[in-house]
């Protein structure tokens, strides 16, 4: 018997529990932690010490459980507190995205409200804006404009300085002139009483008559040529005179000019720097406000900015945030499937237990039959042996008589002493094979038999032959 199939004491099939204990190898018993040994004395060998009424021979069923693995109870328990710690991580996880999720639809609400606020304020400042470039060009031409006037204003302003300096020059050098010419005029004056002394002298001589012609023409000559010097100088000096007045009543003229002129350009002066002031008012007016609005759109570019980042940034947390709910759920499916397999592990487990408690319940069952059994076989052992010792002597007692009964055959004398101690060296034999059944290690086993069967005498010499053990 090679291989043999365990039946069970409920009457199930073996494949379906031997199918069940395979979806869970862990939990499998042993061959060495489950072993149901059968062990028969020498009358199981011996197919004349079996009676007539076909006396059941019990096995014997040790049954051992499985040791507990602790830290693999305790890893298991590990495993699930932290797959439990990963469902709850995971569903806070699942909050905060659908809390992100809402601040991510309340921000891109927030953007598109700031996005119109800032079109619409495009959109409001465009025309004042435009008010204000035009405005602003309008004033820049005025200033350009009046930077012009000014710059030609200045131009001739410089050559009426320019000029001033000229006729300052001129009086300068006509009071040079004027002294120039005083002193000629007293030099002159000098000559001429220097002449008239000279001529009243000189009538004063020519009453006399002692002077001769020639000097008196000389004295006259002298006296026509110093008249005539005195009426050119006199002229002359005249002439200055003339030349000195009209340049006083230039010059006056020219300062005149000068001081309308000077006038005139302290008026522009001051025109232009109320006209400068008034279109730097309102320059500085239109440049405030153009501060303000470009503070305004920069103001709108930085928060769209600071916006448009805080929504990157929410978007690149709810991607990772995804990414790590993929990856949670993934080991979330393995944790399932693991607890899974632990809760088949864990039925199977208790199914074998109950097996195991059968078993016993069997085992013990067995053991109360293997004892009654036991002292059967002794019994009958005892009444063997009388038997053959019977035999022995029923059969001396016919050789004795054979020898007897042929004294001249010298063949059945030699073999009469042989064939005498067969049944002794029988008994040894079948003693020796008792004794040898009952030393032996119990082998592993082939079949189970349910207690309240009797077996047949072919069945229980195969099991005297083959001594059984039941694994699981």
């Given amino acids: 018997m090679s291989s043999s199939s365990v039946d069970t004491p409920d009457g ?9 204990r395979a979806a869970c190898p862990q939990a499998e018993l042993r061959p060495s932690s489950m072993v149901m040994e059968t062990s028969t004395g020498p009358a199981a060998r011996d197919p004349m010490a079996c009676a007539p009424s076909g006396v059941p021979s019990v096995s014997s069923i040790h049954v051992a459980l499985p040791p507990l693995d602790r830290s693999a109870v305790r890893a298991s328990t590990s495993q699930l507190t932290g797959i439990l710690e990963h469902v709850t991580a995971l569903a806070a996880l699942e909050s905060d995205h659908e809390e992100l999720q809402g601040q991510f639809r309340a921000l891109q609400g927030r953007v598109g409200v700031l996005e119109e606020e800032l079109t619409s304020a495009y959109e409001n400042a465009a025309p004042f804006v435009a008010h204000c470039q035009h405005a602003y060009d309008m004033l820049s031409g005025q200033l350009q404009a009046s930077q012009l006037e000014c710059a030609e204003m200045r131009s001739a302003l410089a050559q009426r300085l320019e000029n001033s300096e000229e006729i300052k020059d001129v009086q300068q050098s006509l009071d040079l002139e ?18 008239e002394a000279t001529l009243v002298s000189a009538r004063a001589a020519s009453n006399h008559p002692s002077v001769s012609g020639e000097d008196l023409h000389q004295v006259r000559s002298e006296r026509d040529r110093a008249l005539q010097r005195a009426a050119e100088s006199d002229e002359a000096a005249q002439a200055w005179e003339a030349s000195s007045s009209a340049l006083e ?23 232009l ?3 400068t002031r008034s279109f730097q008012r309102q320059l500085d007016r239109a440049h405030e ?12 570019e930085e928060q769209l900015q600071q916006t448009t980042a805080e929504l990157h940034q929410r978007t690149q947390d709810r991607d990772h945030i995804a990414t790590n709910l993929r990856a949670h759920q993934t080991q979330v499916a393995a944790a399932l499937s693991s607890i899974a397999r632990l809760e088949r592990r864990a039925n199977d487990l208790q199914v074998d237990r109950a097996l195991v408690d059968r078993l ?14 036991q002292r059967r076989c002794s019994d009958l052992e005892t009444a063997r042996s009388q038997a053959v010792a019977e035999c022995d002597a029923i059969r001396g007692r016919i050789a004795n008589l054979m020898s007897f009964a042929q004294p001249s055959t010298p063949r059945s004398r030699s ?14 034999r079948k003693r020796g094979r008792s004794r040898q059944s009952s030393r032996s290690p ?8 349910s207690p309240g069967k009797s077996p047949s005498p072919a069945s229980s010499r195969a099991r005297s032959r083959s001594p059984l053990r039941v694994t699981q």
């Avoid at 406000?289 to 709108?300: I, W």
């Avoid at 592993?444 to 038999?449: D, N, Y």
Wanted: glycine share 4%; charged share 30%; proline share 6%.
């Fill in 12 to 20: 199930g099939p073996p494949t379906a529990r031997r199918g069940a």
């Fill in 178 to 195: 004027k002294q120039m010419r005083a002193e000629e005029t007293q030099w002159f004056h000098d000559q001429i009483a220097d002449f």
């Fill in 249 to 271: 009543t230039a010059s006056a003229q020219l300062r005149h000019q000068v001081e309308i002129q000077e006038a005139k350009v302290a008026d522009l002066q001051d025109q």
């Fill in 273 to 275: 720097g109320r006209s």
């Fill in 289 to 300: 406000e153009l501060d303000r609005v470009r503070d305004r759109t920069v103001d709108a």
């Fill in 360 to 373: 016993q319940l069997d085992n013990a069952t067995l053991s109360v039959d293997l004892s009654s059994a």
């Fill in 415 to 428: 073999a009469s002493p042989e064939r005498l101690p067969r049944p002794s060296s029988l008994n040894t």
């Fill in 442 to 449: 119990s082998t592993p086993g082939r079949r189970h038999r």
